[in-house]
T-cell receptor, first 111, second 115 residues
Framework: SQTIHQWPATLVQPVGSPLSLECTVE??????LYWYRQAAGRGLQLLFY??????ISSEVPQNLSASRPQDRQFILSSKKLLLSDSGFYLC??????????FGPGTRLTVL | AQSVTQLGSHVSVSEGALVLLRCNYS??????LFWYVQYPNQGLQLLLK??????LVKGINGFEAEFKKSETSFHLTKPSAHMSDAAEYFC?????????????FGSGTRLLVRP
């Protein structure tokens, strides 16, 4: 069966520091991968999605970036964090259908 | 353009009472609709989905939803609430992109269950 992992589970970072969040999927190949952000009291906002290695589409202009160095690995990065980057970051995967399966999330607090 | 509106950011019910969470959508094409549940500090879990066919969809944990095209609604119901149902619920509609699908979420409804 398929499993999706995210780490770290929680992270506290100072403003201006770099960020790297990792997402990996097991038990499937060539998945579509997604990064969402959930701000406090708000719904989910799609940040990036990828349909293959090295293929990244950005939904929202911001100081975040994403990369997909391997088929089942999706990384969310920032060179300099802002206070507004705080939130709950969710990775999801899809077999190419309309259904998405979510990871456990990473709680990021920027101070 | 596709969009989702969830009426009521918070809904409070007594244990054993009917649960009704409202979702209305806007879509220029036949929609695929989803309900997800999120427990505190966890990811989203799929409750149920509507793609085509039967308009009454049954999901996990006793939840069901009915697709009503004339009302552009996809409300989530459960006959009898349990304390374990307390969570945040998200309605979503699918948007087809070039070679992928995008989920457009509502802002969520937090369900509180009173003993």
């Amino acid at each position: 069966s398929q499993t999706i992992h995210q780490w770290p589970a929680t992270l506290v970072q100072p403003v201006g520091s770099p960020l790297s969040l990792e997402c990996t999927v097991e038990g499937t190949s060539n998945p579509n991968l997604y990064w969402y952000r959930q701000a406090a009291g708000r719904g989910l906002q799609l940040l990036f999605y990828s349909v293959g290695i090295g293929q990244i589409s950005s939904e929202v202009p911001q100081n975040l970036s994403a990369s997909r160095p391997q088929d089942r690995q999706f990384i969310l990065s920032s060179k300099k964090l802002l206070l507004s980057d705080s939130g709950f970051y969710l990775c999801a995967w899809s077999p190419g259908t309309n259904e998405q399966f979510f990871g456990p999330g990473t709680r990021l607090t920027v101070l | 353009a596709q969009s989702v509106t969830q009426l009521g950011s918070h809904v409070s019910v007594s244990e054993g009472a009917l649960v009704l969470l409202r979702c209305n959508y806007s879509s220029s094409v036949p929609p695929y609709l989803f309900w997800y549940v999120q427990y505190p500090n966890q990811g989203l879990q799929l409750l149920l989905k509507y793609t085509t066919g039967a308009t009454l969809v049954k999901g996990i944990n006793g939840f069901e939803a009915e697709f009503k095209k004339s009302e552009t609604s996809f409300h989530l119901t459960k006959p009898s609430a349990h304390m374990s149902d307390a969570a945040e619920y998200f309605c979503a509609v699918t948007l087809r992109m070039d070679s992928s699908y995008k989920l457009i979420f509502g802002s969520g409804t937090r369900l509180l269950v009173r003993p």
